[in-house]
Structures are given as C-alpha cells and as structure tokens.
C-alpha cells in the first residue's frame, strides 16, 4: 500500500476507529509514564507509584506523585495531532471513534468527542478523581487548591481516575473500542508501541475483519508487520500526511 492509497482509503472511509497513545502527547511535553520518574522519583518503580497495594500501603505518597503530573498534563496544551484528530471527527461524524491510552485529557481539551462521533479514555483521566465507596467521578480542584488525598463531594476520599498495574481497563470502554474496531472501515494506530494489551489487540479486530490499519509511529512496533501501511514519523506529521 502507498502513501496516497492509505490517504485515500481514509478519505472514503465510513467508520474510522484510532487508538492514541504517549507517541501523541510527546509533542505537547508530557513524558510517558515511565519518563515522568524524574527528580526525586526516580528511585521509585513505575509499581511502587501506581498500583492498588502501592496506594493501599502510601496514598500520600502515590498522590503526591499523582498532583505533580496533574500539575504538568494542565501546563500543556494540544497539539497538532490532537487537531488534526477533531477534525477527522468533525468529517466523519457518528462513525468516529477515539480510544486513548493517554491520562492527560488533552483529546478532549482539542474538540475530540465533540464532532459527532466518540471519546474513550481508556485508561482514566488524571484530571479527575474517584470516589472511594461509590465510584463516581469528580473534577480535581486547580492545583494550587489541591489538597491530597482529595475528598470527593460525598466526603469520601477520592483515588487517582486512573487504571493501575494489575487492574483490568473497565469492561465498557473495552466493550465499545472492541466493537468500533471491529466496525472500522480503516483503523489508525498513532503513537503508541504496540505492546500494552488488550489496547494493542484493537488492531487485529479491524483487520481480521477485512478492514485496514495505518500506523502512525516513528519507529517499527511489534504490531508494524501485521498492518496495512505505516508512515514513520512523529504523529502530528504523520496525520498531516494522511489527512492532507
């Protein structure tokens, strides 16, 4: 497949589904996550700051870390990629849909899920909380108010709205990526290694469905032999060069 057979492919697709991840956010200045261990965190593993025995053992710790990434995902601000994704939105209407592995909301800050067609957040969103005993969800107050751990307005504690090591990504979400990839006339993969499932496995539903999948990545992943066409380069170039 060429360059312009993926841009046309694209173009007269119905269903596009795209799964997001750090590769996107990496041009607004958010570090991965792992990246985001700097300073006095670097002696900490990615375990030891983001898992359910970690916050059960020092939930100050975990936010304190936590409040400092949030501080950092609202200092930045969308980036190309994220605009030239609102726009894909904005022309394929109801038959868009957007799977992030980004905590950062900066999809939603761009327009995405605001077109017509749909947002999942796949692993949570760090600009929220969620309430300890009833699960619900809530805004984080701006950080220079933040007082950790939060506590929710039905006054219970509130934990990072984030999916940690060795929880499953909620089943509805999961759900809903499945179904529109396996819908998709084309799929994108941007930005994102390949090797975090089952997120990773959303390509296969498209493709074994007959369907295409254009990587977005500067480098080959492990998903790179098994799709229809990669362009290297970083994500908001390579969009441009798809959707231009």
Do not use: C
């Amino acid at each position: 497949m060429t360059l312009d057979a993926a841009r046309a492919a694209l173009s007269a697709a119905q269903r596009v589904a795209v799964l997001t991840g750090a590769g996107v956010s990496a041009e607004s200045g958010i570090p991965t996550f792992r990246d985001a261990q700097t300073g006095h965190w670097a002696r900490f593993r990615p375990e030891d700051l983001a898992s359910p025995a970690a916050y059960q053992r020092d939930p100050d710790m975990v936010w304190a870390w936590y409040a400092g990434r949030y501080r950092d995902v609202l200092r930045a601000e969308p980036n190309e990629a994220h605009r030239l994704l609102a726009r894909l939105e904005a022309d394929k209407g109801g038959g868009f849909f957007l799977a992030t592995q980004n905590v950062d909301g900066l999809h939603a800050r761009a327009g995405s899920g605001q077109g017509g067609g749909r947002l999942v957040e796949l692993h949570g969103n760090l600009l929220s909380g969620r309430d300890e005993v009833t699960g619900e969800m809530f805004a984080l107050p701006a950080p220079e108010q933040l007082a950790t751990p939060p506590v929710s307005p039905r006054g219970h504690r509130m934990r990072p709205n984030v999916v940690w090591f060795g929880e499953f990504l909620p089943d509805d979400a999961l759900e809903a990526a499945q179904q529109a990839f396996a819908a998709a006339d084309v799929a994108l993969v941007v930005g994102t290694s390949g090797v975090v499932y089952p997120a990773a496995g959303l390509a296969f539903e498209t493709l074994e469905r007959g369907g295409l999948v254009i990587e977005v990545n500067p480098e080959a992943t492990e998903l790179t032999p098994h799709l229809s066409f990669s362009v290297r380069d970083v994500a908001s170039r390579g969009l441009a060069a798809l959707l231009t």
